[in-house]
């Protein structure tokens, strides 16, 4: 069964540093999301992507953020200049062009020092 | 706006059944997701529903009533590894890619 797929599975930063989160959608699908979880917190939407361009975004998607698919199959989201804040976990979602459910990968857990 | 409520934590016994309330305020309506949660681990998709009624899909079934803005999730047979946060999420009606919109989540604790 395709998955979403997201490296690395960790990530120890230092605050003031970019860092790149990458995830591999499942390989017919067309909308790309990024969702965010603060430890015990509910997971919140950040962005949404469709046809190489964001759809969406919410409040937290400031200038420090951004999201691009570089070559057709990576989808990354990349973060300026972290805060201690930022300290998340970072899950890609995917879905296709008729269906609603998501699919989320494994997530990434940025840990900003 | 959309605002989704549902109980904080809950308690069962293995092998008993347990049933997960979510009620939801949307300003409009495109379906309702049940995920499941394990700790440090991604949702997992459970059931989407759109139409009232009950969908049943093995152990898990899931109910949706539109008038009353409600659902449950419903576990039969409870198995230690049930021990998991259960998310209700509404796609956010209007928007450009249906961003879901989740609760807080429901953390179960499953006991011999």
């Known amino acids: 069964e395709p998955e979403v797929t997201q490296t690395p599975s960790h990530q120890v930063t230092q605050m003031g540093q970019e860092v790149i989160l990458r995830c591999v959608p499942i390989?017919?699908?067309?909308?790309f999301y990024w969702y965010r979880q603060i430890l015990g917190q509910k997971v919140e939407f950040l962005v949404s992507?469709?046809?190489?361009?964001?759809?969406?975004k919410s409040e937290i998607f400031d200038d420090q953020f951004s999201v691009e698919r570089p070559d057709g199959s990576n989808f990354t989201l990349k973060i300026r200049s972290t805060k201690l804040e930022d300290s998340a976990m970072y899950f890609c979602?995917?879905?296709?062009?008729?269906?609603?459910?998501?699919?989320f990968g494994p997530g990434t857990r940025l840990l900003v020092l | 706006g959309q605002n989704i409520d549902q109980p904080t934590e809950m308690t069962a016994t293995e092998g008993a059944i347990v049933q997960i309330n979510c009620t939801y305020q949307?300003?409009?309506?495109?379906?309702l997701f049940w995920y499941q949660q394990h700790a440090g681990e991604a949702p997992t998709f459970l059931s989407y529903?759109?139409?009232?009624g009950l969908e049943e899909k093995g152990r898990f079934s899931s109910f949706l009533s539109r008038s009353k803005g409600y659902s449950y999730l419903l576990l039969k047979e409870l198995q230690m590894k049930d021990s998991a946060s259960y998310l209700c999420?509404?796609?956010?009606?209007?928007?450009?890619?249906?961003?879901?919109?989740f609760g807080t989540g429901t953390l179960l604790a499953v006991q011999p």
């Open positions: 390989s017919n699908h067309l909308y």
């Open positions: 949307t300003s409009g309506f495109n379906g």
């Open positions: 979602a995917t879905r296709d062009f008729v269906k609603e459910t998501q699919y």
């Open positions: 992507f469709y046809n190489n361009e964001i759809s969406e």
């Open positions: 999420a509404v796609p956010n009606y209007g928007g450009a890619t249906n961003k879901l919109i």
């Open positions: 529903n759109v139409l009232d």
